[in-house]
């Protein structure tokens, strides 16, 4: 089953914040951020095990809720270049071979 | 290194027509996975292999096969094509099963007609 993610959508002025919210409804072993430009392949970010840790480099960061089985992507003082699809991944504690992803959000940082 | 490979990059097939996609990875690799991704739908998991001679179904696996013979190569079979399998297809690896990157390739367009 697809992690949930929102919002679905966002628009951004350079420089202001954004967090992309990612659930599920089982138990996470793992959570992982990609992010996607147009026509091109999904790119890693950060990966994020059970145990509540928090991640991030640069200004992009994330936290992991294990009781919740929810995690959340922090963009700081957005750049052009974070313009894209970000898309969260989860594998299930027992099947951790498995990773799904959720449908995306899409960010897209102006002038 | 190549990293992920697929070919082709664009394919146009007619109903009922089979063909291969081809997925190879010079990382040796143990795990390699195929997803499509669709308008809204975002990356959905076709099916997926642990190792060499190891494969299991992920979301959405009806109307596909796959195998894999060998570490490098993880190809993914359209059996008999269908318009609803008008997608993009991804193919990733990466070094084994965990929380660990997915590598992923550049991609390949496929169009039903």
């Known amino acids: 089953q697809q992690p949930v993610q929102s919002p679905q959508a966002v628009i951004l002025r350079e420089g202001e914040d954004a967090v992309i919210n990612c659930s599920s409804s089982k138990a996470l072993y793992s959570v992982h951020w990609y992010r996607q430009k147009h026509g091109e392949a999904p790119v890693f970010l950060m990966i994020?095990?059970?145990?509540?840790e928090q991640k991030g480099h640069d200004k992009i960061s994330a936290s992991f809720n294990e009781k919740k089985q929810q995690s959340s992507l922090y963009l700081t003082a957005s750049q052009l270049s974070y313009s894209g699809t970000y898309f969260c991944?989860?594998?299930?504690?027992?099947?951790?071979?498995?990773?799904?992803f959720g449908t995306g959000t899409r960010l897209q940082v102006t002038l | 290194n190549a990293g992920v490979t697929q070919t082709p990059k664009f394919q146009v097939l007619k109903t009922g027509q089979s063909m291969t996609l081809q997925c190879a990875q010079d990382m040796n690799h143990e795990y390699m996975s195929w997803y499509r991704q669709d308008p809204g739908m975002g990356l959905r998991l076709i099916h997926y292999?642990?190792?060499?001679?190891?494969?299991d179904q992920g979301e959405v696996p009806n109307g596909y096969n796959v195998s894999r013979s060998t570490t490098e190569d993880f190809p993914l079979r359209l059996l008999s094509a269908a318009p609803s399998q008008t997608s993009v297809y991804f193919c990733a690896s990466s070094p084994r099963t965990g929380a660990y990157e997915q590598y992923f390739g550049p991609g390949t367009r496929l169009t039903v007609t």
């Open positions: 991944g989860t594998e299930n504690t027992g099947t951790a071979s498995k990773l799904t």
């Open positions: 292999s642990v190792g060499a001679g190891i494969t």
């Open positions: 994020l095990l059970k145990g509540g």
